[in-house]
């Protein structure tokens, strides 16, 4: 998210879309350093579970599974400058292929994150741990974000918002019907305890 936000605020001085599209890229940026500070700071035991627990997936690099905290805003900073330098090269304008390539590239990192949940709800076969509260928040948010593109004037709402804008809503829509058919683990949960609650009555009746 943090990847995607960035690129969306070096999109706008070619593109010179909404500019309240802009600020809330610039407020997700500051609200996504804070959670990412206060993740890792919070974060299990290297040998742990969790998001930051090493995991032998084939990721370059051991890509945002690093040990230490440093090389999180390593990363950060070398993506900033880096896309510093290529705007002062380029000279972002609308119809550029550059200000193009920004604008996509980062609109379509945010509307693939629901992508990695919906393929691992589907190999388990269940939505455990998954919370409805944020999936309802998705949902609302994707309602109120549409529904600004197609209520906004078409210049200051680039085509790129709105397709990537529906394929995200869509995506969420998934983990919704996801989680209506597998629930949330916890009626595999009651099953289990009424397996155990009926071997031990069986025990003790023998």
Known sequence: MLTASILKVFYWP??????????QAMIMIVVQMILLKVSLDNRPSWRGEGPFAPKADGRPFNFWRWRLQRPYWEYLLVLILTLLVFHTFNQPATASSYT????????AIEA??????IFANYRAQSCKGFRVSVLANWLIGDTMKISYYLASEREKVPWAFKMCGIFQACCDACLGAQY???GNGQEEKYRAGEAEMSVSRDVRSS
Do not use: E
């Open 112 to 117: 693939t994150l629901p992508l990695p949940q």
């Open 100 to 107: 193009k390539t920004i604008g996509y590239l980062g609109l």
């Open 14 to 23: 070619g593109a010179r879309y909404d500019i309240a599209l802009f600020v």
């Open 180 to 182: 209506f058919i597998y």
